[in-house]
């Protein structure tokens, strides 16, 4: 453990740390209780060792391939000026808008044997020609990267900006090239942001079902499924979710591992940002090709193709575009998108802080299971979810209160929000923690040497310092919440739908063009905030360069 | 973030999940009767001409089987459903052994709906029926050159190599196929089938829609598809070169599954359940059946043209319980064939 905490023994906030945590693992806790607890009664499934195989492989090929994209384009656009940088700068996170489950099924319809593509290519080439396997490992990952890469790309870019840039003029007045500045200085310092932004790219991955099933990739996630449905074996099921979980904890072992013991916070105020080099000719337009490309790829080829689709259906059918159910279903999405944002962040917040005012293992411990249930995909949380109120309910009625809790969680949106919240605390106390780590611990003891309660510290020193990740986190919540499948379509009490719910319904059916529509609205509901996340950080940046 | 927004955010949480939790949330009165419906495609319709006819109004939750089951586990007495529809005679079976159905006597659904396609205790009856049979390409395949006492078997010899696709092992239509395959030639047969389809480098598609046009384009020849994909997609397109063959003519038949709907065990009105499934499987057949181009079971009822076109075809006979039984075992043998 970093020295990230300051002094012991303040029982109040080791008491919140912990209460936060048991209320957001035990839907996590039984599931695993119910997979442990059948161990023995059930078959492990034939083709286990290889769907770990798959699962480890797609795992580590997404972290690559964002790393690759994600990473490179933080660099690039933040060491360079190139024609269009200051666009690009912003709509190269676009691709979050795009859930994956609707990216695959857009890529499959475009470059899958019958798709325009490859019906050009046989059309020029002759039946004969030969073109590389779409529904296969190596495709998932692409798009999988394609899909993910922002979320490198918006960590790294951060921490890239946060670091001053007189370590980064030190390395270079000293004799190092930019590459080797790039190697020695700036990646170690990004090291914590870096870590943080694979891990959730790597436990999406992980947790992903549709994406890999639209490419017969077979990991874990998809033998849940596969066991569950095929089996009628609940029990078989959740085995296999605690196995999940398991690579999960590997996930973050190695996240602890690659920040290591190191401290990050630099002393002093922070100087000025690294300034970019102005690429010229032929350098430059290449750079703003590689950026357009991966925005091509990740955000404009699939939104063109659900208008293309849109516009047809529209044709055909242009009563569909005055169905009333498009405003219902967007205000349900954004609300819970809102909601689930907003106790994300403030749970974050006081976890946080509570890690700094009473540090040591438990607490450590505790953190930790707060961040499990972005581990597991969101089927097996909302099931968690039932299944632990289900026992809240029995004892209850044993304890004398008749009816229990009756209907709380399907009956009514708390149900969808408490498994949104399980769901997605770890990418908000990811962004919240990243900024927690950067608050040297002598600002921490200055206030509490001056006498300051915790409270006080909280809302006068904590929460105004970790604003940046404040802010990143409620928007990475909320687009995760406005993309959100399996919870709300499991918990939902009638009378509520999303957007969503809306596509999967259409979607499973194969009505693609009908789908579209409610697509886009999910895609337009998630570039809300990530255009206002963009907006921050760009706000964020040029209030850097003015005051320095 | 300064204080003030801080507090304010978390006041403003507090206040609106209080909000929430006090005014009942959303959606007003309950309607009289409350569905799980693991089926999507036109229920707003039949549902509509049902509350027309019968003044009892109907809303649904829409999902899958298997999570609409734990659902109605969890939730035990309390649940609000009062009734349960799938599209699988396994997880119908399923949902009946495990205590979720009530046991209906209904003379009414006795008569509409066929012996095999319903429950010997009353706790589901079939409603909407689908093929999965054999598709192919005029321009590449001869339909003479299907083997006509077993089809699906057929299609493992080795004159289909590189010719075939089909849907992926995930899939409940291949599992639900196999299952039947099993229950009619035993695992032993069945394992060999499928191992010869695997041998035949059978390209394995996502979904049944995808495989339909690359049999149209001409880069597979022969698949095995639900008739009312084919259906659509030829409504949609009728240059479709794609066409139909029922499967096992002179055998066993073509392998057929169901939607079905049982009452939910401690439905506060099952009268009124009971009476909603009465009326899909009598007066609101076609409304159900026909938008999504299914077949009526009930065999007084007409199917829609576009799938009469398809001709008169022998249905292997359904045994629900081998789908529900049998379906891990189809599972655990598409994966020892190495079927993905």
Redesign the interface.
Known sequence: MTRRTVGANRPVWTAVVILVALMVATPVLAVVLDGVGSIGEAVIPRGLPEMMLTTLALMLGVAAGTLLVGGGLAWLVTAYRFPLRNTLVWLLVMPLAVPAYILGFVFLSVFDVAGPVQSALRAVLGSEVWVPQVRSLPAAVLVMSLSLYPYVYLLVRAALIEQSADTYDAARTLGAGRGRTLRRVLLPLARPSLAAGLSLVMMETLTDFATVQYFNVQTLSVGIYLIWKGTFNFHAATQLAVLVLLFAVAVLASERALRGRARYHQRGGRGQSIQPEQLRGARGWAATTLCIAALAAGFLIPVLQLLAWAVQEAVENPGFLADPRFGEYLVNTLFVATVTALACVVLSVTVGHGMRMSGGRIVASAVQLTTFGYAVPGAVVGIGVLISFAAVDTALERAGVPGGTGLLVTGSVLGILYAYVIRFLAPAYQAVDASFAKIPPTVTFAALSLGAPPRRILARVHAPLARPGVAVALMLVAIDAVKELPIVLLLRPFGFTTASVWVYELARENFWEKASLPALVIVAAAVLPVFVLVRHAHRAETGRRASS | ???RP??A??A??IT??AA??GC?????Q??DL?IYSAR??DLEGAFGQFTDETGITV?????????LL??L????V???ADVFMTVDA??LW?AARLGELAQLESAVLDGAVPEDLRDPQGQWYGLAMRARTVTYNPDNVDPSEFETTETYAGLADSKWEGRLCMR???S?YT?SLVASLIDLHGREKTLEIVRGWVANNVE???????LL??I?????DVGINNHY?LARTLEENPDLKVDLFWASPDGAGTHVNISGAGVVEGSDNPGDAQRLIEWLATDGQNPFVDG?HEYPVNPTVEPEPGIAAFGEFKRMPLNAEAY?DL??E???LL??AGY?
């Open positions: 973030m300064s204080p801080f507090i955010a978390s403003g949480l609106l999940m929430l939790t009942g949330i959303i959606g007003g309950p309607a409350q999507h495609y809303e649904f939750i829409s999902g899958d089987d298997a999570e734990e659902r586990k969890a939730e035990g309390d649940t609000a396994g997880s399923n992926d092992a995930t409940a599992q394995i598609m996502s979904n049944d829609i995808l046009e690359a149209d384009a001409g880069t597979c994909y999504n529900g379906n891990a189809a599972v655990d994966a020892e993905k």
